[in-house]
């Protein structure tokens, strides 16, 4: 099956920098790649997501890159604000496509104000 | 909307005993899954549901688990009997199209 790696475990930001989270997959077959962001005592909320077809994509402060020939895949948070603190994961799809995510193990980002 | 509710949030139970979890998905949308989050696997796929048709449960980790959805707006997850490494937080999520799930609160379960 798919396997994600994630990296780091833990971030930590002062307000207004950069963040920029980084996974790497297995199957070369996955096409579907979101991010989820959970914050304390709440499920997953999907914030981006991008499919095999692009490279790249934007939503106002947060942006997702992927590069096929490498399987690997990173968000990236611009300008951070103490509300973009929480757990972090990425996923990539396994043979069911959307209907069957394989998680990373999560990034907890700190934002220091 | 009020999104994907579950109940309960918080279930603490004896081993051995049986637990239901509760799930209603967003009206109309036709997959639903069930998710277990722990701290030393992550989120595991345990089953999902295409209009209310069980697709793929080779998540499910024994025959313990068992889960059903007998209509569009209902589904459960059963652990009889239940056991301490069962801990862990229960999450269903459901969505319709190609893409993007919504998730629950979860339950967080205990098993003591």
């Known amino acids: 099956g798919e396997n994600v790696e994630q990296h780091p475990s833990t971030l930590s930001v002062q307000e207004g920098d950069s963040a920029v989270i980084k996974c790497t997959y297995s199957d070369s077959a996955s096409n579907y790649f979101p991010w989820y962001k959970q914050e304390l005592g709440k499920g997953p909320q999907l914030i981006i997501d991008?499919?095999?077809?692009?490279g790249e994509k934007k939503d106002q402060r947060i942006a997702v890159t992927l590069n096929k020939t490498a399987k690997h895949f990173s968000l990236h948070i611009t300008e951070t604000q103490p509300e973009d603190s929480a757990v972090y994961f990425c996923?990539?799809?396994?043979?069911?496509?959307?209907?069957?995510?394989?998680f990373g193990t999560g990034t907890r980002l700190t934002v220091i104000p | 909307d009020a999104g994907v509710i579950q109940s309960p949030r918080h279930e603490v139970t004896e081993m051995g005993q049986e637990v239901t979890l509760r799930c209603k998905p967003i009206?109309?949308?036709?997959?639903l899954f069930w998710y277990r989050q722990t701290m030393m696997r992550g989120l595991e796929l345990l089953i999902y549901f295409n209009n209310n048709v069980p697709i793929d449960d080779s998540g499910m980790p024994e025959d313990r688990f068992s889960a059903k959805m007998p209509n569009a707006s209902f589904s459960t997850l059963k652990i009889q009997p239940s056991e301490p490494r069962d801990s862990a937080v229960y999450f269903c999520a459901s969505r319709t199209g190609l893409y993007g799930y919504t998730f629950g609160s979860g339950t967080r379960l205990t098993v003591v």
């Open positions: 991008i499919r095999s077809n692009v």
């Open positions: 996923a990539a799809s396994g043979k069911r496509g959307a209907n069957n995510l394989f």
């Open positions: 009206s109309g949308h036709d997959y």
